[in-house]
């Protein structure tokens, strides 16, 4: 099975402060990359899919990149509604899908 | 507005059986495959089942494989998880989401489900 290996698991970090959350797959995963924002309490959100694709309604402040087989989460410049946990998802070919660990993030 | 909308979580003991649903609105549900996804107290997030939009295949992670069961009835826009032989480690949220492409673009708002004796 694909393994994420997703850092830091936590993260503190000032307002308008540009922030990188990455997610290492442990194989070719092509661009079946895709991040979740979770907010306390609540389900996931689709944040990005196609690993560089911004899914609707998501502020432009939010961007994802990819170098081989690491893939990152920036957000450009951090707004308090920005704080929760955030979550990679490979699903490349045939199941099991596994996400990274999460990273929680929050305000300095 | 896509809208997922989970039921039949509760408390049960281990060893015991459960049946969860979700019944999906705003979309077409026969066209789209769906998943289950759980996530145990404080901890991250487990895919643990997926299921195409015709039945014809369907998806298990090793943990729950051989003791819960996906379907759907396209029907009734529901969405179904059979869990037998409960273990503690079970105990978690249930979310219902629906599959787009490679990726989650829907989820519920989750049914609790814990384990206990």
């Known amino acids: 099975d694909i393994q994420m290996t997703q850092s830091p698991a936590s993260l503190s970090a000032s307002l308008e402060e540009i922030v990188t959350i990455t997610c290492q797959a442990s194989q070719d995963i092509g661009n079946w990359l895709s991040w979740y924002q979770q907010k306390p309490g609540k389900s996931p959100q689709l944040l990005i899919y196609?690993?560089?694709s911004l899914a609707d309604g998501v502020p432009s402040r939010f961007s994802g990149s990819r170098s081989g087989t690491q893939y990152s989460l920036t957000i450009s410049r951090l707004q308090v509604e920005d704080i929760g946990i955030y979550f990679c998802?490979?699903?490349?070919?045939?199941?099991?899908?596994?996400f990274g660990g999460g990273t929680k993030l929050e305000l300095k | 507005e896509v809208q997922l909308v989970e039921s039949g979580g509760g408390l049960v003991q281990p060893g015991s059986s459960l049946k969860l649903s979700c019944v999906a609105s705003g979309f077409t549900f026969s066209s789209y495959n769906m998943h289950w996804i759980r996530q145990a107290p404080k901890k991250g997030l487990e895919w643990i089942a997926l299921i195409y939009y015709d039945n014809n295949n369907k998806y298990y992670a090793d943990s729950v494989k051989g003791r819960f069961t996906i379907s759907r009835d396209n029907s009734k826009n529901t969405l179904y998880l059979e869990m037998n032989s409960l273990r503690s480690e079970d105990t978690a949220m249930y979310y219902c989401?629906?599959?787009?492409?490679?990726?989650?673009?829907?989820w519920g708002q989750g049914a609790s489900v814990t384990v206990s004796s």
């Open positions: 196609g690993a560089t």
């Open positions: 998802l490979q699903a490349s070919s045939t199941p099991p899908w596994t």
């Open positions: 989401a629906k599959n787009f492409g490679g990726y989650v673009d829907a």
